[in-house]
């Protein structure tokens, strides 16, 4: 059996629908803070919190648990510059919280949602797994302190981690029935297709004065079925009795906010305005990863690995759910 924390938001939501598509027997644990319990569907539900430690040992017995995939904390860079209380509390404390219960209960696996932004700001080349992880977020560091204690973990306790480190999750589940609800929305493609449906005057570019092909910054888009079958195949190499490891997940290719807000005027067909405002703190230029060491180890390879195709299946959910999961 399966523990998803954070299993109730985005990413969470869709690794947990496609582990059960396999198959797989999964408990979704949340605390419903910024996740959806419409997300979650028929699977098990538990609400709590990752600070629960009683909770955690207490559920992992009742369903047996034999792995975790750890996916609860906040993740907006913004608000973890203004607030780093909140995001140490929660993603750094919770977190430990979290391997003690697992500790307490005998689980052994974890794979874990670490992200781009523990690599900072790198230069326009392909980021590897052994680019330098120099934070510029609060964000950023506390997801390298996590992938630091699992690693001590690892070496005194011998719990088992896959660290999977993202760079911008997109898209949503084909079926068109989950998908991105952020409250307020910060991520660009939701924020451009709100503009697409009129729910916003128009989408306002982060600067145009980088040092990148058009000026406005590049990132790496991976469809979120993609990120989710980079667990299921992680959480397998584990129980195969694979060793600690870590692995970027990206498809790339890196593409230009200019190019994004194109590319969603041409599957949407609507002439979405957009216009030029001040940078946003924070930003690295460019973000693009070698997911080569995933591909190469694990077998795993992007199916949805066109822009047009990640826009056209957030366009799906984003117009027939104008308002996310609020009916
Ligand atoms: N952007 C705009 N206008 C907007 C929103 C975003 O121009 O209204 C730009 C941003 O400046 C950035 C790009 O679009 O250049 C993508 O921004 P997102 O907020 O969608 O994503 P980020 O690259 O900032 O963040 C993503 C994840 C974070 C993670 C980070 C790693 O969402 O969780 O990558 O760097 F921490």
Redesign the pocket.
Known sequence: MILVTGGAGYIGSHTVRELRSRGADVVVYDNLVTGHIEAVGSAPFVKGDIFDKELLVKTFAEYKVDSVVHFAAY?L?GESMSDPAKYYRNNVAGTLSLLDAMLEAGVKYLVFSS???TYGDTGDGLITEDSPQRPTSV??QTKLMMEQFMSDYDKAYGMRYVALRY???AGAHVSGEIGEAHKPE????P?ILQAALGQRSH?????DDYPTRDG??I?DYIHITDLADAHIRALDYLKNGGKSTYYNLGNGEGFS?KEVIETARRVTGIDIPARVEGR?PG??AT?VASSEKIKRELGWKPRFDSLDEIVASAWKWHSTHPHGFEK
């Open positions: 993740s860079v992200s781009a932004a964000y950023g760079f911008n999750a910060s991520h660009l493609i924020i989408i306002g570019i982060f600067g406005t910054c990132r906010v946003r930003d690295p973000l």
